[in-house]
């Protein structure tokens, strides 16, 4: 069975930098798209970044309201997707889900507020 | 504002089919075959119902279909049950980003 499990959520300060974990049961993390999408409260799905397969180069993109901010990257042996959240801001504030076209995790919540 | 549009609601009668559209461009949805759908109930984390335009998940009921014609994708729900009354939302590869639609508010009545 697929699963994707999301950790990390936290109440931060503005400025400060949290790390997203997605660990993946049921495929290989490197061979797929894998996505990380919020949810403001009350408010619909945003897509935030992306890492290609391996076998599409491997190579992230992101929404231009976290570009240079946030990082993503991949851990093969523990075959979980991270990310890297930097100089977080309170409209960052929301729930990360990971997600491929295997399926999508349950979510973390981030909460950004000084 | 969303870049892919869906209209606000839709509702049906259990045992009906309805169908939720989703509207883009040749940027987005008429250009590549990556059109997503997924289920949300209130308070719930989404749960993926077609990917890759039509394609079914293991274990999502083959009431649920998606098609696409031009820039416009839709999700057919036929068979309609209580427990499809969700918010449906719609995303697209975009090229070098993914674009998500404001969302479907179903009701089952």
């Known amino acids: 069975d697929v699963q994707l499990v999301e950790s990390g959520g936290d109440f931060v300060k503005p400025g400060r930098s949290l790390r997203l974990s997605c660990a993946v049961s049921?495929?290989?993390?490197?061979?797929?798209?894998m996505h990380w999408v919020r949810q403001a409260p009350g408010k619909g799905l945003e897509w935030v970044g992306r890492?290609?397969?391996?076998?599409?180069?491997?190579?992230?993109d992101f929404a231009a309201p976290v570009k240079g901010r946030f990082t993503i990257s991949i851990d093969d042996s523990e075959n979980t997707f991270y990310l890297h959240m930097g100089s977080l801001k309170p409209e960052d504030t929301a729930m990360y889900y990971c997600t491929s076209d295997y399926g999508w995790g349950q979510g973390t919540l981030v909460t950004v507020s000084s | 504002q969303s870049a892919l549009t869906q209209p606000r609601s839709v509702s049906g009668s259990p045992g009906q089919s309805v169908i939720i559209s989703c509207t883009g461009t040749?940027?987005?949805?008429?250009?590549?075959?990556?059109v997503s759908w997924v289920q949300q109930h209130p308070g719930k984390a989404p749960k993926l119902m077609i990917y890759?335009?039509?394609k079914r998940p293991s274990g999502v009921p083959d009431r649920f279909s998606g098609s696409k014609s031009g820039n416009t994708a839709s999700l057919t729900i036929s068979g309609l049950r209580t427990d499809d009354e969700a918010d449906y939302y719609c995303?697209?590869?975009?090229?070098?980003?993914?674009?998500f639609g404001g969302g479907t508010t179903l009701t089952v009545l």
């Open positions: 049921g495929f290989t993390v490197s061979s797929a798209w």
């Open positions: 890492i290609k397969r391996r076998s599409n180069g491997g190579t992230t």
């Open positions: 040749s940027s987005d949805v008429g250009g590549y075959d990556y």
């Open positions: 995303g697209s590869h975009a090229g070098s980003h993914v674009v």
């Open positions: 890759d335009v039509y």
